[in-house]
């Protein structure tokens, strides 16, 4: 049993665990990292890292025995998921009753899985639902030094206007705009040199090889290709990875004790661990630190961690729908997994959508429309601590959906109506037009301002953070990841320079 000190351990490499470690490296602080995914740079069997989503394998999901991909069926038929080992692959499904979140699970958290679209949340609706957060600061500084750090880039006109890999976003484009609505393109962190070069046929086919959610061979700048190659070159920052954090707790000295169970990629314990440090950063994502939290609250490790912590927890209204094409408009056999477009009708005051015209690579013409639609969906949920499970578990009741299917059906009636088209309702299971029980966005649970101060320091303890998607309050309009960066620059800086400089 080793134990360990650092001055300050991150746990948690997604977006905001890999700000946190860069600028405290950056600062001189010995900092630990610990993630319980693997560090993805070896190959496998077939001489790549990831497997593609249409030949899955325990690659591609963190121990499960069958994939769980959000499409289950086509034409009805159970077509889309796989049996597969348990192995400790790099999507997680966590199946709570009524929604489910994805999330990634390696160095680099969700960069590993996401689609890779940046987008930076119009300014009136940060404004909205962070007001004590100022505006001016994050639009002239760290939104452009989070775009700047993850080297957000726009896919060239030629690949969007003449690329057979983007029909479908074509054809998504021509029929939002017979409806009405404005299109917007989207700027990604997918390297669209790359991208062109796959084209040309001159490297691996990865964006265009049906590679995205189980992980991506090329093209993608993950973190580990960013942030976290950064943090590392400091020299102050160790990283850990198969190291599942199982509790944190603090000592009589006051500083943190974090237990930790190294695993092996089958999921067994080989050593039982406990480091400590003086400042802790959760950074294990909306769900994992906010899970973690409550459970130490509730199980009296961190008894004075306020009431706030687990509650204001939303889904960014995300919903899932699609659309059936007329024969004459197919949307193509080959496509890019990268999103490349939105329909913005976020001004809509009644019913605010920016929906993804999301790709579907099938490998054979499907004649859909796939979109993740993002909605103001003000419904909000909780963790509860169960004791039967030693967990804490997400509340959300199927009704609180429904304000998101409402908006997405505003939005895609008309479309189809402008199309004359209809929904496909063989995708979701139960003849369901809208997948509304799963997001990819989960946000919240330890709101800025609400369970911590104005930078993410815990109410009720010292030199406990908060640096993820868990500070934002539930929705933020776009897809989150740009969000969650620059406001993790934004508080870092902060704690740099007050708790831990002087
Ligand atoms: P995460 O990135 O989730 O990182 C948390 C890390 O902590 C993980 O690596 C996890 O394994 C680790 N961890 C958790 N618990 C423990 C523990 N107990 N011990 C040790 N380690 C632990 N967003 C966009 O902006 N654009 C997109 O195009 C987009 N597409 C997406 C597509 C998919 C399929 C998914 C799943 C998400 C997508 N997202 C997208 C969302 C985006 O990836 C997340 O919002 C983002 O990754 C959250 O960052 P984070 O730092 O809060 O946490």
Known sequence: NETTHFTSIVIGTGYGGAVSALRLGEAGVDTLMLEMGQLWDKPGPDGKVFCKMTKPDGRAMWFKNRTEAPLSSFLWIDAINRPIDYYAGVLDRINYPNMSVYVGRGVGGGSLVNGGMAVTPPMNYFQEILPEVNTHEMYNKYFPRANQKLQVNTIPNTLLENSPYYRFTRVGRQQAEKAGFKTVTVPNIYDYNYMQQEEAGKVHKSAFGKEVIYGNNGGKRSLDKTYLADALGTGKVTLKYLHRVDAITQ???????IDVSEINTSGATVAKKTFTCKHLFMCAGSVG???????????GKLPSLPSEVGTHWGNNGNVMTARANHMWHPTGTKQSTIPAMGINDWDNASNPVFAEIAPLPTGFETWISLYLAITKNPERGHFEYDATKQQAVLRWGAHQSQPSINSAKAMFDKINKANTTIYRYDLFGNNKAFA?????????????GKATDLYGRIKGYSNLYVNDGALVPGNTGVNPFITITAMAERNIEKIIQEDMLK
């Open 289 to 299: 630190s906010t899970e973690m939290l409550v459970r130490a609250r509730e199980t």
């Open 436 to 448: 509304d029980d799963f997001t990819y966005h989960p946000l919240g649970g330890c709101v800025l």
């Open 251 to 257: 000592n009589s000295q006051g500083l943190y004790q």
